[in-house]
Structures are given as C-alpha cells and as structure tokens.
C-alpha cells in the first residue's frame, strides 16, 4: 500500500519555520500521531529566536616592531663589534620561506623580551647572497650567534622554542 498525503493549513503558525504554514496529515491504515478530535498533526512548541547579532571580527594584536636589518658586510662587522649587549642574534632568511614568515613574529618577540640581553639583527638572502654564503646558510631561517664579538653557533629552525633555549 501507498500512503497518500493530503496537506491542510495549520491553526498556529510556528516563528521559525517556512513561510506557508502547513501540517501534513497522512491517510492510511497505519496509526498516526493526528489528533483523532481536531485531524491536525501536535504542535511543536516554538520559542521566538533572539535577533542574531552580526559576528564581530577580532583584529590581530599588532606585531612588534622587526629587528634591523643588515645588507652589507661592513653593517655586519659593525653590528658585531658594537653591539650593547653580549649576543648578537643575526636571523638570515629568504623573501619567500613560508617557514621565515611563521617565525617573523616569534622572533622580533625574543627581541623585545630579552632586549637587555640580546642584540637581534636580519638579513635577506636575496640582497647580499655572497654573505649569506660566507656565513655557511644552507637553510632558512639559519640564526647565527655571535657572543662577544665572536661567533659561537648557527642553526636552521623554524621553531621558536628552540631560539628561545638556545639563547
């Protein structure tokens, strides 16, 4: 057997539900939860809706400001035997390193934070690859550390715990 549906209009018009009103009542030999007294389908209790508010979008906090960066040898040397504090952090990266980009902010924050201590300094591959090369960067980001005028380590990271337990 085929149930046939016959749709009637409904007594109470649900808040939130399609705009034409209709219960569905439903012949046929199998029992049904219509109202033997009224033939309308129960209805379902309704709550009005609270008027929805627009999303707020939340800014970024604004990023620290960036080390300086470094271009030419001589800017090296003279960052490396001037420099106030007793490690000088030189973060060699590349304009297009997804990795360089996600330790931007990481790294200009250990810059702020241990400003007592460290000096931070950039340099971009792409403007001076003879010193990048003559730093022995093999990938980016490669942090070199200089301590007291000398150097005393490099290493390729990405990851700011390992800067931060290195210095």
Do not use: W
Request: aromatic share 6%; proline share 14%.
């Amino acid at each position: 057997h085929e149930a046939s549906y016959h749709i009637m209009p409904s007594k109470h018009t649900p808040t939130f539900v399609h705009p034409i009103p209709v219960s569905i009542h439903r012949f046929s030999h199998h029992p049904s939860p219509v109202d033997a007294q009224t033939h309308h389908l129960p209805q379902a209790v309704t709550t009005p809706r609270s008027p929805t508010l627009p999303p707020t979008r939340q800014t970024p906090p604004p990023s620290p400001p960036q080390p300086p960066h470094i271009s030419t040898p001589a800017d090296l040397s003279t960052l490396v035997t001037n420099t106030p504090t007793p490690l000088l952090v030189l973060k060699v990266y590349s304009r297009g390193c997804r990795s360089c980009k996600r330790i931007e902010r990481p790294f200009a924050r250990v810059a702020k934070a241990y400003s007592n201590v460290v000096t931070c300094a950039q340099l971009r591959a792409e403007d001076n690859e003879q010193l990048a090369q003559t730093l022995g960067v093999r990938g980016f980001p490669t942090f070199v550390l200089y301590k007291n005028g000398e150097r005393v380590d490099h290493f390729a990271s990405s990851c700011p715990e390992v800067l931060v337990e290195t210095i």
